[in-house]
């Protein structure tokens, strides 16, 4: 009767040993299925969580699934000029101008300057709110995230700022507001960026000029286009990204515009990508100064200047 005793006792015990060996499988498995396979591998989940991408308990809702998708659409834009820019050089500086709570900034920095290692790569956020100036500092910190720098600047104010460095390489503005995007180009010139990326945002300048030199333009019949209130804004923002796009050739720049995947919901989606290639100066000068006579915008140009 012992012997039996025994024997059934290890059959327990087997049987105990293969039911907590599924559980924790099980376990392994439900982990596994936990984390979104939106993430990229090596992604930081502590940095998503502190970014509110990730819920506490490491999972996605719409709203943070959408950021995301927006955040990776643009680093797959930006991570090959990095990539570029360390083809001439050992580090990379990187400008992100109306930086918020850098989501960007962040995830560059994760995914692409912290594999860097020990070099002198940095990122530099510029943000006018302070409260997210030091929430940005405090973050950086507590990731061991030492090659970012977070600046309570406008942009402007960025531009003859002595805490930048002379050069810059890579310059990002996204949805930058009214002509903050305006100064971001002045500010990529002025540091001789190498690359360019820009989602422009709201712009009304372009549009009230329009609108107050309507009259004396209107034996002109392309008026029509910007007759009605309606339609001189989104003209006038239209206008605006075009005279951007041949603003930035007439510094040499080669320029492409495409449309963000992801930003649907955004009537602000428009992705501007400039790559200084010394391209010919004269060609692009002269049609933005024909397109600011011919609508009547002949006082824009120092906001649009061109080089002497």
């Known amino acids: 009767m012992g012997r039996n005793s025994n024997k059934d006792s290890k059959?327990?015990?087997?049987?105990?040993?293969?039911?907590?060996?599924?559980?924790?499988?099980?376990?392994?498995?439900?982990?596994?299925?936990?984390?979104?396979?939106?993430?990229?591998?090596?992604?930081?989940?502590?940095?998503?969580?502190e970014l509110h991408i990730l819920t506490r308990?490491?999972?996605?809702?719409?709203?943070?699934?959408?950021?995301?998708?927006q955040v990776y659409h643009l680093y797959q834009f930006i991570e090959p000029l990095l990539q570029e820019a360390l083809t001439t050089r050992s580090a990379v500086t990187l400008v992100d101008h109306?930086?918020?709570?850098?989501?960007?900034?962040?995830?560059?920095?994760?995914?692409?300057?912290?594999?860097?290692?020990?070099?002198?790569?940095?990122?530099y956020g510029i943000e006018t709110r302070d409260e997210l100036v030091q929430k940005s500092e405090e973050l950086a910190q507590r990731l061991d995230f030492p090659g970012m720098s977070?600046?309570?600047?406008?942009?402007?104010?960025?531009?003859?700022?002595?805490k930048l460095?002379?050069?810059?390489?890579?310059?990002?503005?996204?949805?930058?507001?009214?002509?903050?995007?305006?100064?971001?180009?002045?500010?990529a010139l002025e540091k001789k960026a190498q690359f360019i990326v820009l989602v422009p945002c709201c712009q009304a300048e372009v549009a009230s000029v329009l609108r107050k030199n309507k009259g004396r333009a209107l034996s002109n019949p392309l008026t029509e286009i910007w007759r009605h209130p309606l339609h001189t804004r989104e003209f006038g923002s239209q206008v605006?990204?075009?005279?951007?796009?041949?603003?930035?050739?007439?510094?040499?720049?080669?320029?492409?515009?495409?449309?963000?995947?992801?930003?649907?919901?955004?009537?602000?989606?428009?992705?501007?990508?400039?790559?200084y290639k010394d391209l010919p100066r004269r060609r692009p000068t002269e049609r933005l100064h024909e397109v600011l006579q011919t609508l009547g915008l002949e006082e824009m140009q120092s906001r649009f200047f061109t080089p002497a």
């Open 150 to 162: 977070f600046l309570n600047l406008s942009v402007a104010e960025s531009i003859t700022s002595d």
């Open 11 to 49: 059959t327990g015990n087997q049987a105990d040993y293969q039911v907590n060996k599924q559980a924790d499988n099980q376990a392994d498995k439900d982990v596994r299925q936990e984390q979104p396979h939106e993430i990229r591998p090596g992604q930081s989940i502590e940095l998503l969580k």
């Open 98 to 123: 109306g930086a918020g709570k850098s989501y960007l900034g962040f995830i560059l920095y994760d995914l692409f300057f912290k594999q860097r290692g020990g070099d002198d790569s940095h990122i």
């Open 165 to 187: 460095p002379a050069q810059i390489d890579v310059v990002t503005a996204l949805h930058a507001c009214n002509t903050a995007t305006d100064d971001a180009i002045r500010f």
């Open 57 to 69: 308990d490491g999972k996605l809702n719409q709203d943070s699934r959408r950021k995301l998708k």
């Open 240 to 275: 605006t990204n075009v005279l951007r796009c041949l603003q930035l050739e007439a510094h040499g720049y080669q320029v492409s515009v495409t449309e963000l995947v992801g930003w649907e919901h955004s009537m602000k989606n428009e992705l501007i990508i400039a790559s």
